[in-house]
């Protein structure tokens, strides 16, 4: 979605490491707070779900104005974040099935799967969910990455900062849906040799392609 309001490539950076730096700190702030009103993680637990925890800490530094704010940061803005993941979700559709979304219909006979399917995920553990989307979150941030590193070998720009990454998100998000209760629940030793199988196998993969893009360069050059 914000890749969608972007005028220019340059505005990416400003745009994509604003939005983490800001998250990170905000997250920062909610882990120092709670540390401070709760102590040590049993007591965290013991304290209640997310939700209860945000609420209790709003109304007690803030009193009234508090209360508003628990409405606004635990109801109001994941209600905000489903719409824009219904929004995401259909237009990633409809750019793969080149769909048209210039009409109110197109739009409908997307739209309404996609709320059937968020009505049915209702019916399930929150929790998992949960879970299933943190890993399907990770995962995509290490698709990113190998594009993004796939992207600077292309244009002939420093690949290794996003390679780095990339290998170490392969790893990690392969190894928890091979260990997870909700993923394979395969035994740990097993999984983790597995897991740097194919966060290698993704490497030697990308530096082929590296071997290859720099073969046609060479090429391009001797026949100029």
């Known amino acids: 979605m914000m890749a969608r309001c972007i005028n220019r490539e340059s505005e990416t950076r400003r745009v994509f490491f604003g939005s983490i730096i800001v ?3 905000v997250a920062l702030i909610w882990c120092a707070v709670t540390i401070a009103f709760f102590g040590d993680s049993l007591d965290i637990q013991a304290a209640g779900t997310p ?21 606004l940061g635990v109801v109001a803005c994941p209600i905000t974040s489903g719409d824009t ?20 219909k197109n739009r409908f006979m997307l739209a ?6 968020g009505v049915a995920l209702t ?12 890993w399907s979150n990770q995962t995509l941030a290490m698709i990113f990455l190998w594009t993004g590193a796939a992207y600077l070998l292309v244009n002939k720009k420093n690949y290794w900062i996003a390679v780095i990454p990339a290998i170490f998100m392969s790893y990690v998000s392969v190894a928890y849906i091979l260990q997870a ?4 629940k395969l035994n740990a030793t097993f999984s983790n040799a597995t897991d740097v199988v194919v966060a290698i196998a993704f490497f030697i ?20």
């Open 23 to 25: 998250e990170g700190i």
């Open 112 to 117: 309404l799967p996609l709320f059937a399917v």
């Open 51 to 71: 939700s209860e925890i945000v609420n209790t800490i709003s109304k007690a530094l803030l009193r009234p104005a508090g209360t508003i704010l628990a409405v």
């Open 123 to 134: 019916q399930i553990n929150f929790d998992i969910i949960w879970r299933y989307f943190a």
């Open 205 to 224: 993969a990308f530096m082929m392609r590296v071997k290859k893009e720099k073969n046609e360069v060479e090429k391009f050059e001797k026949a100029s």
């Open 181 to 184: 209760p909700e993923g394979f």
């Open 85 to 104: 993941a219904f929004i995401s979700a259909r237009l990633t559709i409809a750019d793969a099935f080149k769909i048209k979304q210039d009409g109110l």
